[in-house]
């Protein structure tokens, strides 16, 4: 069997030939920093909601940094 169809390698087939996803880097990246802390989480409305947004509860967040793209 080959990989040309139903491979399952991200890299592979190349989508565009002039672009390295392994060794680019984004010099033009920002970064967010969200306190630590606890936070009330779920949606608190009375409108449409999703079930998986239910449960309004407290959760316990480190710091986070993270990387905008």
């Known amino acids: 069997m080959s990989n040309t169809c139903w491979g399952h390698n991200a890299l592979f087939p190349v989508f ?34 999703y079930d998986n947004e239910l449960a309004v509860h407290k959760y316990m967040l480190m710091i986070l940094r993270s990387t905008i793209i």
């Open 16 to 49: 565009n030939n002039e672009y390295n996803l392994i060794n680019s880097g984004n010099s033009n990246a920002n970064s967010i920093k969200i306190n630590g802390g606890v936070y009330e989480i779920g949606y608190q409305g009375d409108d449409f909601c």
